[in-house]
């Protein structure tokens, strides 16, 4: 690595706990490989939250081969592709470029909308090809991609004399603003529709991760005037106008969500569905930076899957609903 330029340097921003029942927390049983319990319900309760900062590293000289970068002294196998034994070309050639994926994104749907477009941002800015990876699209990226006018560079085999390497896991100012650029642009080209309540379903393409009486919540908040909204029928285009004009979005854990978070008004709330085993804070940073409100209610394990009390979701809404009006 030749230079290192840092983009932001990382800040301490002021934030409103989750929104909860009392006792919620006990039912809380794990999370995912890469954070803790202790930790994920300590952001639940924050009011403060730190953003570590945005870093660009420069690399010479860098060939990009199957998901994997290599540079002097440096390996970075962040794609899926198989990777060859023997490369017989370095394919085209580019002069200075942006790498535009992480592990992350090149695993998960919610993680190239969020990540991945929001570097491509940053690499039209700077003047940069925003380089990826090739690979089968996910079903909403070419729609997403229109919308949001970021074509992005796919490559399998590539040469580049500069390539341009960005450590974006801190959602600072700098990542909010290229944040809301794109969420502007995607919603400025959809007109929106007028459900005021929406329940985002997670459908079946992600991880296993089943709410087994969703047929029981989907008919209570369809009785409390939600509009139920499925993922995987829609285009992204039609999945902006459904979510444009909500002021409250109930959806289960997981990518998905990342279909609110791009299109949702500012200052509205995302409920979510937390598996007991599988809660995750994530998405309640997105909703402060929105300037939104963020609940959450414990779905416990039952089965193959998980279940959740009607009577706790609609006690949890109430509490949502009392703190966005006295928020008005």
């Given at each position: 690595m030749t230079e290192k330029e840092v983009l932001h340097p990382g800040e301490t921003i002021d934030v409103s706990p989750a929104i909860t029942l009392d006792g919620e927390m006990a039912r809380v049983l794990g999370t995912g490989p890469w954070t803790t319990v202790e930790q994920e319900l300590s952001e639940s309760k924050a009011r403060t939250h730190v953003h570590g900062p945005t870093v660009a590293y420069r690399l010479c000289d860098?060939?990009?081969?199957?998901?994997t970068v290599y540079a002097k002294n440096v390996r970075l196998p962040w794609g899926v592709a198989d990777r060859r034994a023997i490369l017989f070309d370095e394919g085209s050639h580019l002069a200075n470029a942006q790498l535009c994926v992480s592990a992350a994104?090149?695993?998960?749907?919610?993680?190239?909308?969020?990540?991945?477009?929001?570097?491509?941002?940053?690499?039209?800015?700077r003047d940069l090809v925003p380089v990826s990876f090739a690979?089968?699209?996910w079903l909403h990226e070419p729609g997403y991609r229109e919308l949001a006018d970021l074509s992005g560079a796919p490559v399998l085999v590539a040469r580049a004399s500069s390539l341009w390497v960005v450590d974006d896991r801190g959602l600072?100012?700098?990542?909010?603003?290229?944040?809301?650029?794109?969420?502007?642009?995607?919603?400025?080209?959809?007109?929106?529709?007028d459900a005021d309540r929406v329940y985002?379903?997670?459908?079946?393409?992600?991880?296993?991760?089943t709410l087994v009486n969703e047929h029981e919540i989907t008919a209570e908040l369809a009785r409390a005037g939600f509009t139920i909204v499925e993922p995987e029928k829609l285009s992204p285009r039609a999945?902006?106008?459904?979510?444009?004009?909500?002021?409250?979005?109930v959806s289960f854990e997981g990518s998905h969500l990342n279909h609110a978070q791009f299109s949702m008004p500012e200052r509205a709330a995302l409920v979510v569905i937390q598996p007991a085993t599988r809660?995750?804070?994530?998405h309640k940073a997105l909703t402060d930076i929105l300037s939104g409100k963020f609940g959450y209610v414990v779905a416990e394990p039952?089965?193959?899957?998980?279940?959740?009390?009607?009577?706790?979701?609609?006690?949890?809404?109430d509490l949502v609903e009392n703190e966005c009006s006295g928020s008005q």
């Open positions: 860098a060939l990009i081969a199957d998901g994104s090149s695993t998960f749907f919610g993680h190239w909308m969020r990540d991945g477009l929001c570097l491509e941002q940053l690499a039209h800015e690979r089968t699209p600072n100012g700098e990542w909010a603003r290229r944040f809301r650029l794109v969420r502007e642009r995607i919603r400025s080209k959809v007109t929106m529709g985002l379903a997670r459908g079946s393409l992600g991880a296993a991760r999945l902006v106008q459904a979510l444009g004009r909500a002021r409250i979005v809660f995750y804070m994530f039952c089965g193959s899957g998980f279940k959740l009390s009607t009577s706790r979701l609609r006690r949890t809404l």
